[in-house]
């Protein structure tokens, strides 16, 4: 193709025909190395030890691609690199779905899972790379909103619609599910029992689970933690001893620790102590609760005979209802030759601050796992196939977007990435990189606890299922809706305009936490309100860090420098974030959530020396 041909492409490309899908392309392999495959191995009967461990190490591709963004600057084209990506992303996922069903799937699968990691995270590089050279600074700023509500998408349809994919390729190879309903009643006081099981048979010949006692009832008045542990081991024993469930191997043991570290002596201990003194902890705190949830014992047994040397496995899942009654063991049984005759036990266990009548439903299925998790990834490769297909005509051909030629690359490679920290006034950029988001970094953290804590200990005492719909439902679309205003606001008045308003958006909201502290509101309205404006005015006030990381990306390593960018963000939330819980036990939620107040002063302090060049972001004429 000539370049007069793709000078007039690059022209015709419409920037909703390929923005949408090519960060929806960038969302799906990041959620799925990062959520999904936890969920996978989980539904494997893989230990949470190995789940962790191995998976964790996933993340270390983009944790570490600020080093290796020079190359996509230097080799070929940003282009190039999307198109290449997204066909080895397909073969990684197309590597995960022939690997799961082969005796040593886990280690094959995690090599796969390992290539999809790296290739997602250089798709990420030249994705924000083609970005900038493919849209001029009005459309940047215009887009800046839509490219995160795609990639918000992504990750929904990651934890959500393949989730249920695989539900239902599960539910179509094996037998038929069953739905396990449980209630919470108010007005009872329920002995806990194990359930009495009647012998069922089915006349047809044909294998099905049946769940025992007909109607499962747990009450909402509280028990002992003793009658807990106590339940909770004969259900695990029982288990355990017929093979329903196996036993977890830990990868490593704790080492004990006989003196503390430098750190402990001289740093956090003594500052620990001086907190202490002037910002003690006023909340009532109890030692070890002893009152706790109340449970309710189901029964599951397998009517039909397996085939020898062959395992029905049933998992069980939350399906719909409301989440204050969860699942506490029996998620995974395994039914065999040997143990199909007894019955396996399940415990359901209520919200020890639930105090209403509700109820949820419970999903078992036990189809073939490997085969309907192989299937899923089948049609995710082929999605990414197609994706490469679809970009590769439908991608504009940006003047800007071309190989380096006659550089030594490893010249040109330590060139583009010390470049970044020659550009004017680095320590304004690093430090506004870093202390933007400064409080949200250290609020992210605490404010599911802090609703979920019991009121006595500073928090709402709210349960599970209410902070999923808080921050699941409500938080996610205000949080959306604040990110495309901000985008179309910046659009339209430019960069400059909006720049102190977002900072001031992004801090001064926190107030609602710290209402919400000293008020403790019962009013579900009035709690849903307070996190909803808060997370609309991160959207929004997030959108001016984006554009900030966009606007010094300018230049001729635009490419490396906004991945170094993105490195440094990550960083500036992850520092804050690992020491927000330790500072919350020392001085309560009360002084924290001042505290995430007083953080926005560092955060404003470099807006005073940002230069931004007049109209960035506004549309010329």
């Not at 191997?249 to 001086?274: C, E, G, M, R």
């Amino acid at each position: 193709m000539s370049n007069i041909e793709k000078s007039s492409l690059s022209k015709q490309r419409n920037p909703w025909a390929w923005i949408p899908t090519l960060y929806f392309a960038e969302g799906i392999p990041n959620v799925v190395a990062m959520t999904v495959s936890l969920i996978m191995f989980k539904r494997m009967g893989i230990s949470n030890a190995d789940i962790t461990f191995y998976t964790g190490w996933l993340y270390l591709p983009w944790v570490i691609k600020p080093f290796w963004s020079p190359l996509v600057d230097l080799l070929k084209t940003k282009r190039w690199w999307i198109i290449i990506m997204q066909l080895f992303i397909g073969a990684a996922l197309g590597g995960v779905a022939l690997a799961l069903p082969l005796p040593g799937y886990f280690q094959i699968t995690m090599i796969f899972l390992w290539l999809l990691a790296f290739s997602s995270a250089t798709h990420d590089i030249s994705a924000d790379g083609f970005y900038m050279l493919g849209l001029n600074e009005h459309q940047q700023t215009y887009f800046v909103g839509i490219r995160s509500t795609f990639y918000r998408m992504a990750m929904i349809t990651g934890q959500g619609l393949l989730i249920i994919l695989v539900g239902f390729f599960e539910t179509a190879t094996g037998l038929a599910p069953i739905e396990i309903n449980v209630k919470a009643q108010t007005n009872i006081s329920k002995q806990i029992t194990l359930p009495e099981i009647n012998q069922t048979s089915t006349p047809s010949g044909d294998s099905f689970f049946a769940t025992f006692p007909d109607e499962i009832i747990i009450s909402t008045k509280n028990i002992q933690k003793q009658q807990l542990d106590s339940i909770r081991q004969l259900v695990k024993a029982h288990n355990l001893s017929l093979g329903f469930v196996h036993n977890t191997k830990q990868l490593a043991s704790q080492k004990n620790v006989n003196s503390d570290s430098w750190w402990t002596s001289y740093i956090s201990s003594p500052l620990k102590h001086f907190l202490q003194r002037h910002f003690q902890n006023k909340e009532i705190l109890q030692g070890e609760n002893t009152s706790i949830g109340n449970v309710a014992v189901v029964a599951v047994k397998l009517n039909g005979k397996p085939e020898a040397d062959k395992e029905m496995v049933l998992n069980v899942k939350w399906q719909k209802g409301d989440q204050s009654l969860q699942l506490i063991e029996g998620e995974r049984l395994a039914f065999t030759l040997q143990n199909w005759e007894q019955p396996a036990y399940i415990l359901v266990q209520a919200d020890p601050k639930l105090t209403r009548e509700t109820e949820t439903i419970f999903k078992g299925t036990s189809g073939n796992i490997h085969l309907a998790w192989s299937m899923t990834f089948v049609l995710l490769a082929v999605m990414f196939v197609l994706f490469s297909f679809y970009h590769r005509f439908i991608l504009p051909y940006p003047a800007s977007d071309k190989k380096r030629t006659n550089e030594n690359l490893f010249k040109a490679f330590f060139k583009t990435f010390t470049s970044f920290f020659q550009k004017k006034e680095i320590w304004v950029i690093l430090s506004f990189l870093m202390f933007y988001r400064l409080g949200e970094a250290q609020l992210v953290k605490m404010a599911s606890p802090f609703m979920l804590d019991p009121r006595q200990l500073g928090g709402l005492g709210l349960t599970t299922g209410d902070v999923g719909l808080i921050y699941g439902t409500f938080g996610i679309l205000a949080l959306t809706a604040g990110g495309i205003l901000g985008g179309l606001a910046a659009a339209k008045k430019g960069f400059r305009f909006w720049l102190w308003w977002m900072v001031l958006a992004i801090n001064i909201p926190h107030l609602a936490y710290v209402y919400m502290a000293f008020a403790q509101p019962t009013n579900y309205l009035v709690i849903s309100l307070c996190a909803a404006i808060e997370q609309f005015s991160y959207g929004f006030g997030f959108t001016a860090y984006m554009l900030y990381m966009i606007y010094i990306s300018e230049g001729e390593h635009k490419t490396a420098h906004f991945a170094i960018a993105t490195g440094f963000m990550a960083l500036g939330m992850m520092l804050p974030g690992m020491l927000s819980g330790w500072l919350q036990e020392i001085i309560g939620y009360k002084y924290f959530f001042v505290w995430i107040m007083l953080c926005m002063i560092p955060a404003m302090i470099p807006i005073f020396f940002v230069k931004v060049k007049p109209g960035f972001g506004i549309k010329e004429k």
